[in-house]
């Protein structure tokens, strides 16, 4: 059915436990975020809405308080993404590859400051790292398409509604392919980040098919776990809102869901990157990348484009050559 092994996922995650704590004080911390300002607007909109003569006021203002309060701390991690992706995510994933490849790293909390220099000396700022981030999700769209997407396992007529539907489920399951050619780019103890991303990319593309069958057999995984945590949160999340001030229940669902993101973020996130870098670095073992595959990634996709304008402009122009397509 699938090529990594979840054994050695879990084991690895067990051996990256501090990146395991960190990452749940960041979500975690997020979550109560998300709460303390929930219930801030919420107690703000209610003593507001004393003032309106509506009979109603209270309970209407409450509600408007909740909502801007969830929707500044929105703003506000959409602002630290950078930082988030940098020291966080790029961190554990650099640990990681270094486990996968049978390589010791430190224990304890020396493993954060050694993957932070690691990272550093790839990605010397945060933002160039989340402009090559960036520019890869926009790229990894085109590949979908350019593979056939679930077509070329079911090339069966009159499916075209399936085929989409599916389609459209193999796109949401490629979420961590930019995490996965980051760690390529790590493992290959790159000096130039655009290049070796568009590599990886391209890389990705002439594996596609393994890759996401593996990521779609993943994803139903966490699709599943992540539902059931969603239905265990309810619980605790009705129960902080029930002590705020106004009818707030409705509330309970989307901090369910921000109990969920938080605990797919620090657990199951980590797991799946874990998976799909075994059957990645395994998939493209001795191959180079296919000019073919780089030519067509150019046709259909800008971000690709950008890429590859990235990549010969950190050379300089001058030791970048365009890969020619086999004839």
Same mark, same amino acid.
């Given at each position: 059915?699938?090529?990594f092994?979840?054994?050695?996922?879990?084991?690895?995650?067990? $051996?990256?436990?501090?990146?395991?704590?960190?990452?749940?004080?960041?979500?975690?911390?997020?979550?109560?975020?998300?709460?303390? =300002?929930?219930?801030?607007?919420?107690?703000?909109?209610?003593?507001?809405?004393?003032?309106?003569?509506?009979?109603?006021?209270?309970?209407?203002?409450?509600?408007?308080?909740?909502?801007?309060?969830?929707?500044?701390?929105?703003?506000?991690?959409?602002w630290?993404?950078?930082?988030? &992706?940098?020291?966080?995510?790029?961190?554990?994933?650099?640990?990681?590859?270094?486990?996968?490849?049978?390589?010791?790293?430190?224990?304890?909390?020396?493993?954060?400051?050694?993957?932070?220099?690691?990272?550093?000396q790839?990605? =010397?700022?945060?933002?160039?790292?989340?402009?090559?981030?960036?520019?890869?999700?926009?790229?990894?769209?085109?590949v979908?398409?350019?593979?056939?997407?679930?077509?070329?396992?079911?090339?069966?007529?009159? &499916?075209?509604?399936?085929?989409?539907?599916?389609?459209?489920?193999? $796109?949401?399951?490629?979420?961590?392919?930019?995490?996965?050619?980051?760690?390529y780019?790590?493992?290959?103890?790159?000096?130039?980040?655009?290049?070796?991303?568009?590599?990886?990319?391209?890389l990705?593309?002439?594996?596609?098919k393994?890759?996401?069958?593996?990521?779609?057999?993943?994803?139903?995984?966490?699709w599943?776990?992540?539902?059931v945590?969603?239905?265990?949160? &309810?619980?605790? =999340?009705?129960?902080?809102?029930?002590?705020?001030?106004?009818?707030?229940?409705?509330?309970?669902?989307? &901090? =369910?869901?921000?109990?969920?993101?938080a605990?797919?973020a620090?657990?199951?996130?980590?797991?799946?990157?874990?998976?799909?870098m075994?059957?990645?670095?395994?998939?493209?073992?001795?191959?180079?990348?296919?000019?073919?595959?780089? $030519?067509?990634?150019?046709e259909?996709?800008?971000?690709?484009?950008?890429?590859?304008?990235?990549? $010969?402009?950190?050379?300089?122009?001058?030791?970048?050559?365009?890969?020619?397509?086999?004839?």
């Amino acid at each position: 059915m699938w090529d990594f092994e979840i054994g050695r996922s879990v084991s690895i995650m067990v $051996r990256t436990w501090p990146f395991i704590v960190f990452r749940m004080i960041v979500y975690f911390g997020i979550t109560l975020a998300y709460i303390m =300002a929930t219930g801030t607007g919420a107690s703000v909109g209610y003593g507001v809405g004393h003032i309106s003569t509506d009979p109603d006021g209270p309970l209407s203002f409450a509600m408007w308080g909740g909502v801007v309060g969830f929707g500044l701390v929105s703003i506000a991690v959409y602002w630290i993404r950078e930082y988030i &992706l940098y020291i966080v995510k790029a961190g554990h994933i650099a640990v990681m590859v270094h486990l996968i490849d049978g390589h010791d790293v430190p224990d304890g909390q020396d493993q954060i400051a050694y993957a932070k220099e690691v990272v550093t000396q790839r990605f =010397a700022e945060a933002n160039v790292l989340f402009v090559v981030d960036q520019l890869v999700k926009g790229a990894v769209r085109a590949v979908t398409g350019l593979i056939g997407g679930i077509a070329a396992f079911l090339p069966i007529p009159g &499916l075209s509604g399936l085929v989409s539907f599916i389609n459209t489920v193999i $796109r949401l399951s490629l979420t961590y392919v930019d995490e996965i050619i980051l760690g390529y780019n790590i493992r290959i103890n790159s000096s130039s980040p655009f290049e070796t991303a568009r590599q990886g990319v391209v890389l990705y593309a002439q594996n596609g098919k393994t890759m996401v069958k593996n990521a779609v057999w993943l994803s139903v995984i966490m699709w599943g776990v992540s539902f059931v945590i969603f239905l265990l949160m &309810l619980a605790p =999340a009705g129960a902080i809102l029930f002590l705020m001030p106004g009818q707030l229940a409705g509330w309970a669902f989307v &901090l =369910a869901i921000v109990f969920a993101w938080a605990f797919k973020a620090a657990f199951i996130e980590p797991f799946a990157i874990a998976c799909l870098m075994q059957v990645y670095f395994k998939a493209i073992e001795g191959q180079a990348p296919n000019p073919d595959w780089d $030519r067509k990634l150019a046709e259909v996709s800008s971000k690709f484009r950008d890429l590859k304008d990235k990549a $010969r402009a950190s050379f300089g122009g001058s030791r970048w050559t365009e890969p020619t397509p086999s004839t």
